[in-house]
């Protein structure tokens, strides 16, 4: 039997939604103002970094057992779901592969952990669960 791997991109909150507003402003006000050095650096700078991000953070279940965590060009981690203990949701506003405020914990090995915010999260806890059934999940962020 052939599995394939199934992609989960980051759920996206509002705050990502106010960054890329706050740069559009920034855009045209450089245009309007005719600083256009400005505003070309500004837009190199959303391209290169920002965009990335926006549209290039997912979660991928392999076929062969793994969890693939990307964000931009920044993260690109690989956890075998054999090696995953304990599934947390989680609201911390600390620096994850993750773009909205909404949250899951994945806890590896013995130290380890990502944080992470899949679009259809039960959908994605239920997939690792299946790959490894011995994976906790705690539905109530502590």
């Known amino acids: ?10 759920k996206k909150g509002f705050v990502i939604y106010c960054v890329l507003g706050l740069i559009s402003i920034m855009l045209v006000s450089y245009c309007f103002h005719k600083l256009y050095l400005p505003a070309i650096l500004c837009f190199a700078a959303t391209g ?7 549209f290039n953070t997912n979660y991928t ?14 993260v690109n981690l690989t956890i075998p779901v054999a090696d995953i203990k304990k599934i947390t949701p989680c609201k911390t506003i600390l ?4 773009l909205s405020f909404d949250r899951l914990e994945v806890f590896y090995n013995k130290y ?3 944080v992470i915010s899949p679009v259809n999260a039960d959908d994605f806890i239920a ?3 299946a790959l490894n059934p011995a994976i ?7």
């Open 127 to 129: 997939q690792l669960q």
């Open 61 to 74: 279940i392999t076929g062969t057992g793994n969890l693939k965590v990307r964000c931009g060009f920044f």
């Open 136 to 142: 906790e999940y705690t539905h109530n962020a502590s």
């Open 112 to 114: 380890d952990s990502v």
């Open 1 to 10: 039997m052939e599995t394939t791997d199934q992609i989960y991109t980051s």
């Open 95 to 98: 620096s994850a592969p993750a």
């Open 48 to 54: 290169i970094i920002i965009l990335p991000i926006v």
